[in-house]
């Protein structure tokens, strides 16, 4: 994926570098002929609480007082931890612990958290579900990642330690909070999406998607992922 749509710097410097892209071959053709599956999207609707959506009204404010005073003011830290409020959001955990209700969800399955502290809340209700887990983190030690290779676990408790690179066995995906780059959302989406040899597989995806009467990045991604989601049904269905 040589683009990305939020660094043109980086996006010149590869096709000076590698020069043009000479072949395409996207997700869609990669189900077509069978090397990945399609998935099912499921997106689960949350509301931040009253003190987290205070918060950011607080910080949109003061994003239009800096671009007021200074339109080519910086305001990338205001931006980011706004996005950090709703990636933590509270109101997310009632939809995380009915979702673990459901044993079938948490049969192969990753869980995308937001950071570790966030995760240590969803790892309180896989203790009680009763489902065989365990952490994956950047510094843990690799036996943990092989103990859901060999299916010793069913579920993979990370933040961004597995989205790209991992070949693994892997049928749904649990994205409790998302990058804002859809490159980053299709390596996690990756790793669900390969077969295995089973040609008739379909994986599930269950996004969180913040309840907003605006456009925002969530409404996108949602929009984008259903999209991509039929088409690729379809596709497989030919």
């Given at each position: 994926t040589p683009e990305n749509e939020y660094d043109d710097d980086?996006?010149?410097?590869?096709?000076?570098?590698?020069?043009?892209?000479?072949?395409n071959y996207d997700l869609l053709d990669a189900i077509k002929d069978e090397v990945l599956c399609p998935f099912?999207?499921?997106?689960?609707?949350?509301?931040?609480?009253?003190?987290?959506?205070?918060?950011?009204?607080r910080l949109w404010m003061a994003i239009e007082a800096k671009k007021k005073e200074n339109p080519r003011a910086n305001i990338e830290d205001l931006y980011r931890r706004i996005s950090d409020i709703y990636k933590?959001?509270?109101?997310?955990?009632?939809?995380?612990?009915?979702?673990?209700?459901?044993?079938?969800?948490?049969?192969?399955?990753i869980i995308f958290g937001p950071e570790k502290e966030f995760n240590s809340k969803t790892k309180e209700m896989l203790v009680k579900s009763k489902v065989r887990w365990t952490p994956y983190y950047g510094e843990t030690d690799k036996k943990q990642?092989?103990?859901?290779?060999?299916?010793?676990?069913?579920?993979?408790?990370?933040?961004?330690?597995?989205?790209?690179?991992?070949?693994?066995?892997?049928?749904?995906?649990?994205?409790?909070?998302?990058?804002?780059?859809?490159?980053?959302?299709?390596?996690?989406?990756?790793?669900?999406?390969?077969?295995?040899?089973?040609?008739?597989?379909?994986?599930?995806?269950?996004d969180f998607i913040r309840?907003?009467?605006?456009?925002?990045a969530d409404s996108?991604?949602?929009?984008?992922?259903e999209n991509l989601s039929e088409e690729g049904l379809k596709a497989r269905r030919g």
């Open positions: 980086a996006t010149t410097f590869l096709f000076d570098e590698l020069g043009p892209i000479f072949f099912e999207y499921y997106p689960i609707d949350y509301d931040p609480s009253k003190k987290e959506s205070a918060k950011a009204h933590k959001s509270e109101g997310k955990l009632p939809e995380i612990e009915k979702l673990l209700r459901d044993s079938s969800i948490l049969d192969r399955c990642l092989d103990l859901y290779r060999n299916q010793s676990v069913d579920v993979l408790l990370t933040c961004k330690a597995v989205s790209e690179g991992m070949d693994l066995h892997v049928n749904n995906i649990i994205l409790l909070s998302s990058d804002k780059t859809k490159l980053v959302t299709l390596q996690r989406l990756g790793r669900a999406l390969r077969t295995h040899g089973d040609v008739t597989k379909v994986a599930k995806v269950y309840v907003s009467d605006n456009e925002t996108n991604r949602r929009e984008w992922l």
